[in-house]
């Protein structure tokens, strides 16, 4: 596909901004009814609800003119699969495909007292829809619903463009089905341009297309210097325990300025924007007084550049210890890699470091338990020029090309499944949206405005298509 693209008339932007505007009622209800089931694809939870949720969505796609409509599975030897659905409206002779992916499943609500609202009830109020999925990604789904339905009403139902949606159910528990997903259903999902709705603007009122992602790389540090654990005032002294080995072993990840420290990472610090460090500190919460750690931009730091997190410990229990040594103790390492890092190059890097560093001669294990790739967009291809245009007509100024520093691991395996594909993240939350922690919410004016935007896109790819059929 070319580079080039002929902007679809005002005309046609004004009548689809309009149309998105009267439907603002109708994918604000559905989109709450999509909140109310609870759909969480880990095993601790009800897997009916992921089937309802799966069926939901299967009936807002029904609606649309596609060729089918299915609710699909991998089974694997453990499990039935979890659900998703995977609608498809071939595509005329001489016109692109487009993938619209998105994901039904959410994240567990947490605890009840931390909500301000009932975490499965869409509330309205204060310019935002509050509940869990209301942004991530539930918004994916309805931002791809009203596009569509704004595009196909525009085009006459026979767009000549194809489209295939695909709203996988598993995405919050790390997707592990789904390479086998994509194996067994490669033809159906084929396209090329894919469209993934499942990420953030810059903020409130400005559009972002993603154009980085960093890797990830997960794994669990163990860390012993007895056999078993012993009393304290006995043994205490020639022997240190355990907790107090691992943090020893911890503090070598990071150097003075809480930069990573693990010989053999790629880092940069070259971004396109800056995030301004007061914004960012509100963003993120970060205490009065707390300094940032790390060197260079603050984007830099979290887009292009290596970050080291401990997330989970295994030690003895405060309500529970009593005066003994500690034998061992277990750290769980989350490592986000810079664009362009090989991850299983990454993974060696860390296990390297932690298997060097030691202290006092302790034995150390580590296991790598996931290994992500990262990701980085070709903002000179024809869909980001689309998707940059798209944006500056919906929200009525630029967008912001930048990267993010979470990882969306599926990315680099539809890269690697679709060589061919362009890939376009873009955003349906905002800083304010606190995925994954209480209180989730989305900004309403900006979901219309991504609706508006996809259904820009689509209207181009369908009018660049309609040129080469010619």
Known sequence: MSA?????????????????????????????????????????????????????????????????????????????????????????????????????????????????????????????????????????????????????????GEPGLG?????????????????????????????????????????????????????????????????????????????????????????????????????????????????????????AGVLDGVQLAGRGSISSRIWTQPALSVTGIDVTDVATASNTIAATARAKLSLRIAPGQDPKEAAEALRKHVLDNAPFGAHVSFEIEETGPSFRADTQAASSQIALWAFEQAWGRPAVTAGMGGSIPFTATLTEAYPEAQILITGIEDPDTRAHSANESLHIGDFLHAVTAEALILTALAEQGGRTAE
Do not use: C
Not at 113 to 124: D, H, I, R, Y
């Open 163 to 283: 489209v295939t949606v695909f709203v996988e159910g598993e995405e919050e528990a790390g997707s592990p089905g789904f390479e086998a997903f994509l194996a067994a259903h490669r033809d159906k999902l084929a396209a090329d341009v894919i469209v993934i709705a499942d990420s953030a603007n810059w903020e409130v009122g400005v559009p972002a297309l993603t154009t980085s992602l960093r890797g990830v790389v997960g794994g669990i540090v163990e860390i012993g210097a007895l056999d078993h654990s012993v009393h304290s005032g006995m043994f205490g002294g020639p022997v240190l325990d355990a907790p107090t080995l691992l943090a020893r072993l911890i503090a070598t990840l990071h150097d003075d300025d809480g930069a990573v420290a693990v010989p053999g990472l790629l880092s940069e610090d070259d971004t396109d924007v800056d995030y301004d460090e007061a914004s960012f500190r509100v963003d």
């Open 4 to 156: 080039d693209f002929t902007r679809p008339s005002s005309e046609t932007v004004e009548a689809l901004r309009a149309r998105v505007t009267d439907s603002r009622d109708t994918l604000l209800r559905e989109l709450g009814e999509l909140v109310a089931i609870p759909g969480i694809a880990w095993d601790s939870f009800d897997a009916a609800e992921l089937d309802r949720s799966a069926r939901a969505v299967a009936g807002l796609l029904e609606e649309l003119p596609f060729d089918s409509v299915e609710v699909l599975r991998v089974p694997s030897q453990d499990d039935a699969g979890h659900p998703a659905v995977v609608a498809r409206k071939a595509a005329a002779s001489g016109f692109p495909t487009i993938l619209l992916y998105a994901h039904h499943d959410v994240q567990p609500p947490g605890k009840r007292e931390l909500w301000n609202s009932e975490p499965f009830e869409a509330v309205e109020k204060d310019g935002r829809l509050w509940g869990r999925g209301a942004a991530d990604d539930k918004a994916g789904v309805m931002a791809h619903v009203g596009a569509l339905r704004a595009f196909f009403e525009r085009q006459g």
